[in-house]
């Protein structure tokens, strides 16, 4: 009886750190304006490897839900360094896959950013999503690492 609850303990444990590690290594993402009603919703932000090594490639997925069918609109990239602006770029959504989007799930993913040329340290990307009119869509940030290969290890 005394293994029965000491297994059920060791599984409540286990359960609760697979629970916690998911969450440790989710990239939080903030709103731009947590009072704006925007078109596009953000699930979340997929970025492998975390942290990111300079010179090597990166994947990043933005996971959003649409609300309304977007014909036409740019996403622009801002990448500041310590809080100073460093970068910033934009390019049209319709080019990479075709416009409409529709309504739901929806994945996009962002320019090359020149992160070779980047130094070490921490960075905040803000992602902006505009229709053909410029009418914002969707705002959101978040913070990541870029670090030099041979501190992070050469795997």
């Known amino acids: 009886m005394e293994l029965t609850s000491l297994m059920k303990l060791i599984l409540t444990l286990l359960l609760w750190l697979c629970f916690v590690l998911q ?40 996971n959003l839900i649409i609300g309304k069918p977007i014909l036409a609109g740019k996403m622009v990239v801002d990448i500041s360094y310590f809080g100073w602006h460093m970068y910033r770029d ?25 992160l070779a040329f980047f130094l070490p340290g921490s960075y905040h990307m803000q992602i902006t999503v505009v229709d053909g009119d410029d009418n914002k869509l969707a705002c959101f940030g978040f913070d990541y690492e870029l670090v030099i290969a041979s501190l992070f290890g050469d795997s």
Do not use: W
């Not at 529709?102 to 090359?112: E, N, R, T, V």
């Open 90 to 114: 934009s390019h049209d959504i319709c080019v990479e896959t075709s416009c409409p989007y529709s309504f739901g799930d929806f994945a996009l993913a962002p320019l090359q950013t020149p």
């Open 23 to 62: 969450f440790s290594f989710a990239t939080r993402v903030q709103l731009c304006d947590e009072t704006a009603k925007y078109d596009i919703m953000v699930k979340g932000v997929q970025i492998s490897p975390s942290p990111i090594v300079r010179g090597r490639p990166i994947n990043m997925t933005f």
